[in-house]
Nanobody
Framework: VQLQASGGGLVQAGGSLRLSCAAS????????MGWFRQAPGKEREFVAA????????SYAGSVKGRFTISRDNAKNTVYLQMNGLKPEDTAVYYC???????????????WGQGTQVTVSS
């Protein structure tokens, strides 16, 4: 599966952004979808994941209550709604696909190219 992330940009602290990740192929619903992020000089970290049908979600503690992951299997797309953005949310955000319910980046097989999110203070 090929993944294409979009929706990043520059936003002031407290603002919102919605990231999208479009997947190619007919097997999108066979994958757990995750969002990860990587800030300069830091390791890639888990942000959120959503199960195959969308019934289960998981969030990193740092974004819980502010970010919402969702998916539309009919459109082969996963979303990350980010509200209450903070400067520490600044990073390149990646979407990824896994056949297993995982929050560890190494367990995700397919990755999008990343989209930059910059939050100014």
């Amino acid at each position: 599966v090929q993944l294409q992330a979009s929706g990043g940009g520059l936003v002031q602290a407290g603002g919102s952004l919605r990231l999208s990740c479009a997947a190619s192929g007919r097997t999108f619903s066979s994958y757990v979808m995750g969002w990860f992020r990587q800030a300069p000089g830091k390791e890639r970290e888990f942000v959120a994941a959503i199960s195959w049908g969308g019934g289960s979600t998981s969030y990193a503690g740092s974004v819980k209550g502010r970010f919402t992951i969702s998916r539309d299997n009919a459109k082969n797309t996963v979303y990350l709604q980010m509200n209450g953005l903070k400067p520490e949310d600044t990073a390149v955000y990646y979407c990824a696909a896994s056949t297993r319910w995982e929050t560890i980046s190494t367990m995700y097989t397919y990755w999008g190219q990343g989209t930059q999110v910059t939050v100014s203070s």
